[in-house]
């Protein structure tokens, strides 16, 4: 449950409500996922996020699905339950097959295990031969 | 300073001579990494690691790039300093450019951020139109 | 579900009994929080964790609400479901606004961002300027 | 060892000049430190994170140390070497005495704790009287 | 709920069935826990997640307990709600009792609070006297 | 470096001696850990964090090497470089094999794996036979 009340999607602040109607246009969506709804309890900040996501998010030197597959794989680290569903979902809207998630997961479970791994052992950098 | 001795590349155990020698020719390179010394200290678990990462890394449904871009995000997430030097290295090698490589990191920076956020106000999963 | 049956609260165990008087007598409240109850499954440490609690949170050269908001924080950056709903609670009934709640979420994002932005380009601390 | 090569404080770029001399003027110090150096390498990331960093950390509902405390709380949580260091030094900057410190790290660390035991005996959350 | 449907303990696929054969064999039970399920959309990552934990798992220097132990340490430290329910099942059906359970999660949360300690007052590795 | 100045081994404060002493006693050695030395700038938090370590480390139900081991696996979780680096020492001193932590090592790293693979399944409990 929430640990605050969710602000209703028609709530009449302005700084809302441009939001909340532009996360349903870029996102195409005729809802507002429960993320921002509890973020616009601060309008402020709702905004401060949207604006900065919306702006990461975008298609730009890296492509919409590898940026999703990153938001997955950190989000799966961090055992962030609303975000695994919602970038699993957002993955496979984008043409994400259900072979290439196995893959993407199996990476992302391999490099938690070999992060600790180097962690457990201490390992300098290595020195690459023209370094030498 | 690591907390076993590093297993000499030239090491006589077969177990540690073939892994070490398939590192090489695999990665194309002429040493081998300080986080498989290390593991050498165990040769069966040095080769438990190496065939699964072997497997796990090579290009099938998803191509080596994103491959390694996803364990950089993972690596990032979890702050594991040799990870983030070699993976970073390796999308480079790869030829991720700097401008890809600032966007990725932007978006590993962001979900960092928006799990959290997530987290802090326990927001339940959405109910998609289709489900209600 | 819990993984040990929640000790009950008038289990005639002395040392319980004396730590659970104690928790609902400083707390103000007239039933004992389940974390309590389920590290009473082992007595002393129960004990343990009340005194030093106990120690810790009471005002000292830090206020009572600053604390919170530190437990606050602290839970959040751990993703710990329980503590952040009893933790948002208790900044609440300290007089944390809705407003400032929202505030403190946002610097937590924030730093959870920034935290992983440093560790990913492996910044060395800065020199200041009366150290050069 | 940074992963990028860290931007010029005089670097050109009209992006990076303005955020750069915007950190100075903000902070009144008269470097840039590492970590906006590093993020230069992509300027308009770079500038995304400054003005949302200055808008959220400047004094509002919430005062500027109790912020400041929240960030050392969250980047000691994240185990983060280059902001704890920045940030105990901002803290103390503000004020923060020496015992005060003491106890806020004493709280970082009582929480780090009783995060993980409500986490390994899985307690749900409490019903409160009034909810009964 | 599971972020893919979970694959059939009947499923024809020839890797899977001699997977959850061997699982339920090796753990005598008769039933195919569920992350096995989820792992087998994808029958090459399950067979080396499962070849490889039966290989670690299996006594060996260190005995079976111990390793359900460590385990459900890391499981309590990543808070892994799967993992914790599964690794304190496993440890009480090898034998724990409830008041070595007790003591062994005390020691977890203690760790969980020194390592954060540690790292908030960035102190280094200690000179071992033999080593001035 | 330090975020605070080490507490000197021969400060006069009583509670600091007190403790100091108790410390080398304890764990039969002849200078005070880093540390113990950084959380004498605060000496109530000292004392607090030593009588409850050492009550917690003392064997007891649990022998002392598991408990050291059950310490490596949490600090090997968490990176934490400081405790990594004594725990591993510590293990050693109390008997642990070079053959015996490459398997510890190896359930530590196998189990933050199988818990983010867990997570990013969303896998719920089993029910097991006897409750179905």
Redesign the interface.
């Known amino acids: 449950?929430?640990?605050?009340k969710?602000v209703d999607e028609n709530d009449p602040n302005p700084v809302i409500q441009e939001v909340f109607l532009d996360i349903k246009a870029t996102k195409k969506?005729?809802?507002v996922?429960?993320?921002w709804?509890?973020?616009a309890?601060?309008p402020?900040?709702l905004q401060?996020?949207w604006t900065?996501?919306k702006?990461?998010?975008q298609p730009?030197?890296?492509d919409a699905l590898?940026?999703e597959?990153?938001?997955l794989?950190?989000?799966?680290?961090?055992?962030?339950?609303?975000?695994?569903?919602?970038?699993?979902?957002a993955t496979q809207k984008l043409g994400l097959?259900?072979?290439?998630?196995?893959?993407?997961?199996?990476?992302?479970?391999?490099?938690?295990?070999?992060?600790?791994?180097?962690?457990?052992?201490?390992?300098?950098?290595?020195i690459?031969?023209e370094q030498k």
Do not use: W
């Open positions: 449950m929430p640990t605050v969710l969506i005729d809802f996922p429960n993320i709804r509890a973020l309890t601060h402020q900040h401060l996020c900065r996501l702006a990461i998010m730009g030197a890296v590898t940026k597959i990153v938001a794989a950190v989000s799966v680290t961090n055992s962030c339950r609303y975000c695994i569903n919602s970038h699993t979902a097959s259900a072979e290439q998630l196995g893959e993407v997961l199996a990476v992302v479970g391999l490099f938690n295990q070999m992060n600790k791994l180097a962690d457990a052992y201490q390992v300098g950098p290595d690459l031969p």
